[in-house]
T-cell receptor, first 110, second 109 residues
Framework: SQTIHQWPATLVQPVGSPLSLECTVE??????LYWYRQAAGRGLQLLFY??????ISSEVPQNLSASRPQDRQFILSSKKLLLSDSGFYLC?????????FGSGTRLTVV | DAKTTQPNSMESNEEEPVHLPCNHS???????IHWYRQLPSQGPEYVIH???SNVNNRMASLAIAEDRKSSTLILHRATLRDAAVYYC??????????FGTGTSLTVIP
């Protein structure tokens, strides 16, 4: 069966520090991968998606970047965090119809 | 870029049926209708999806209008664990999900 792993579950980082969130998928090959962010009390915003290794599409220009070094690995990064980067970050994968989401990372930038 | 419209909030009494509406007047012929729900501090969870015909599964039923411009998620007997934000999403196969603000369902004991 397919599983998706996302870590860490919570993270507190100072303003200006770097960020790296990792997401891995097991039990499937060549999935579409996605990063979403949910600000407090808001809906989910699509940040990046990838249809294959090294292929990244950005939905919203901002302080973040994404990479897909392996088929089932998706990484969200920032060189310098801003206060506005705080939120709940979710990774998801899909093959044909429907998404499966990870458990999320709660990021607080202080 | 959400293409669906849902009420911001709804209430239901426990053990009563709940009908959550969704309008999607610009739906294309190849768009699937998906429903997900999100509990606080968790990722969205799949509920049901359909294309043209009504669908049933162990969690819920999906009633799709004949012109496909609206749909209704039906929870047959609401429980306290069904309290969540419910999202109605349109998507072609392999395309991205764009979430709207969803409907926050409150279940009253």
């Amino acid at each position: 069966s397919q599983t998706i792993h996302q870590w860490p579950a919570t993270l507190v980082q100072p303003v200006g520090s770097p960020l790296s969130l990792e997401c891995t998928v097991e039990g499937t090959s060549n999935p579409n991968l996605y990063w979403y962010r949910q600000a407090a009390g808001r809906g989910l915003q699509l940040l990046f998606y990838s249809v294959g290794i090294g292929q990244i599409s950005s939905e919203v220009p901002q302080n973040l970047s994404a990479s897909r070094p392996q088929d089932r690995q998706f990484i969200l990064s920032s060189k310098k965090l801003l206060l506005s980067d705080s939120g709940f970050y979710l990774c998801a994968w899909s093959r044909r119809v429907g998404y499966t989401f990870g458990s999320g990372t709660r990021l607080t930038v202080v | 870029d959400a293409k669906t419209t849902q009420p911001n909030s709804m209430e239901s009494n426990e053990e009563e049926p709940v009908h959550l509406p969704c309008n999607h007047s610009t739906i294309s012929g190849t768009d699937y209708i998906h429903w997900y729900r999100q509990l606080p501090s968790q990722g969205p969870e799949y509920v049901i999806h359909g294309l043209t015909s009504n669908v049933n599964n162990r969690m819920a039923s999906l009633a799709i209008a004949e012109d496909r411009k609206s749909s209704t998620l039906i929870l047959h007997r609401a429980t306290l664990r069904d309290a969540a934000v419910y999202y109605c999403i349109l998507s072609n196969t392999g395309n991205q999900f764009y979430f709207g603000t969803g409907t926050s369902l409150t279940v009253i004991p």
